[in-house]
């Protein structure tokens, strides 16, 4: 059901709004998640900002199709998806290389 809604924000007041807002709430989300002791609050924060007010699919798609034109529309989203994809390996990947460098 939050498709629906991010799709009439990013209708109503443009794709660039409502992409600003998901990226806003994804950064303020990690950062919560990240500094969160206890598992309610974990589990609370993952529910409101990486559930509630991520709409970056929803909204990215339907921009990225717009942008790449009638005949490169599938193209383009996979390559929005496998370089998301990519980033969700690398990033784990990189954080356990790099745990216990500084100390």
């Known amino acids: 059901w939050t498709s629906v809604m991010w799709g009439f924000v990013a209708m109503r007041y443009g794709y660039r709004a409502a992409l600003a807002i998901t990226n806003v709430s994804l950064l303020l989300g990690n950062l919560c998640f990240g500094l969160s ?28 199709a717009r942008v790449a034109g009638d005949g490169r529309q599938v ?8 370089s998301g ?17 500084v100390q």
Do not use: E
């Open 37 to 64: 002791t206890a598992l309610p609050v974990a589990m609370s924060v993952r529910l409101v900002f990486h559930g509630m007010l991520n709409g970056w699919v929803a909204v990215m798609s339907p921009m990225a």
């Open 75 to 82: 193209d383009m989203i996979g390559i929005i998806f496998a």
């Open 85 to 101: 994809g990519c980033i969700q390996l690398l990033g784990p990947a990189l954080g356990g290389w790099t745990y216990g460098l």
